[in-house]
């Protein structure tokens, strides 16, 4: 599998994540045999530390840093919340134009509090029957996450009822199903799409095209007569 770098300086590198994709090696997912990690240290030939989490089924923005010393200092600057994480999803249904989830995770017996800011970007309809409705529609949504707790997004849409398309087991099996009958489409439809924070006295900015099978979804939703 072929990685894109889309930054790198003298002590940071990132990339642009493929959906499927794990960060590193982990006894939950022992079907898979290829890492970002591994393909990164293999392309760069050195050795790189994830600096932040991205789960195997998001796409897009994974930083990594080229020294245990830098790893420190990023990793302080992630958990002071000083990064501007952005993100994109379309989801089932129609949403308000802006919104603030505030609703605490709870994960290994512990429960803290987690905030995800999002607005929508774009509405779209699908000429196809869902339930006692006579159309599918869905929101194309920029998200702003305030914290960093596990499967934040994924579980704050769905709590809302309006999940991520393709997601499992947090989103809606019927609209699942749907997209991949109709569309063969089985991705998860959640992107990395920038972070942004301060370090070495300058702006930091890395950006990450959206996937080919986002891209594809967003053609779909957009040309819903075909």
Known sequence: MEIEIIYQDQHLVAINKPHGLLVHRTKIANDADVFALQLLRDKINQKVFPVHRLDRKTAGVLLFT??????????????ARKVAKTYVAIVRG???????????LTENGKTQEAITEYKVLKQFEL????????TSRYSLLQITPQTGRFHQI??????????????????????????????????????AQQLQFDYCKTTVTIKAELSPQFKEALAILENPNG
Not at 66 to 79: C, H, V, Y
Not at 127 to 134: A, E, H, R, T, V
């Open 66 to 79: 080229k020294s245990k010393e830098a790893l420190s200092e990023i990793r302080e600057i992630f958990n």
């Open 94 to 104: 129609h949403l308000n134009k802006a919104g603030v989830i505030d609703y605490a």
């Open 127 to 134: 000429p196809i029957p869902m339930g006692k409705f006579d």
């Open 154 to 191: 994924r579980k704050h849409l769905a709590h809302i009822f309006h999940p991520i398309i393709g997601d499992r087991p947090h989103g809606c099996n019927k609209q699942n199903k749907l997209w991949k009958d109709k569309f063969g489409m089985t991705t998860m439809l959640l992107h």
